[in-house]
């Protein structure tokens, strides 16, 4: 699909998603589906809309937003380069977490913005979306940075191989300044492992660079 033709899909996509009746948008001002280039090599996906989201309809536009451009930039790109969505896309009554069945009505949306978008990397920002690409059960403390290659088989998401390189919130770095310079190296590494899948021409990483890489299936 060309980049026009993406971009109209998504936008196809999101008037379809933003009419329905989702159990979080009776409480919402705005919903958020999220922004970028439609043929992004690199998409990040966040958990939800927060207050300054919320009221202005975009991702990541508020305290941690200003951080994630931060670092996005650190690497070289803009915004307008990379995709920027959210698990959520209707912020959750105070900033509460979101409910399990609230994130199984709303990943359908995500994961066709991902059919649609394919890119090559998908960068997590914190547990709810580590969780929704690689399972439950993993402590984002001990597998932040690397670069995962996952065979997706799980329903609902597409399938096919995906790099999903997780790391932590730009949120939790508001309140636990130690993670700004990890969130900063993390990140400092999304070009190499973009310079592998591009020189493979394949999603497979050099084990010899990204030792860390490994080989998931998802049920
Ligand atoms: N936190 C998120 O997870 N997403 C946003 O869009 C903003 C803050």
Known sequence: MTKQHKQKALDTLNTEWLAKELSLKSVATNGVPGEGNPDAEIVFVGEGPGKDEDEQGRPFVGAAGKFLTELIESIGLRRQDVFIANIIKH???????PLPVEIEEYVPWLNKQIEII????????????????????????KIHGEPKRVVIK?????????????????????????????????????????????????????PEVAEAAAQQTLL
């Open 91 to 97: 912020r959750a009554p105070g900033n509460r977490d």
């Open 118 to 141: 394919q890119p090559k990397i998908i960068v997590t920002l914190g547990r709810f979306s580590m969780e929704h690409f690689l399972g439950d059960g993993l402590s984002i403390s």
């Open 154 to 206: 799980r329903s609902g998401l597409p399938a096919g191989r995906q790099v999903i390189l997780p790391m932590y919130h730009p949120a939790a770095a508001l309140y636990r300044g130690d993670l700004r310079p990890v969130l900063h190296e993390d990140f400092a590494k999304i070009p190499k492992v973009l310079e592998l899948i591009n020189q493979a021409g394949t999603l497979a990483i050099d």
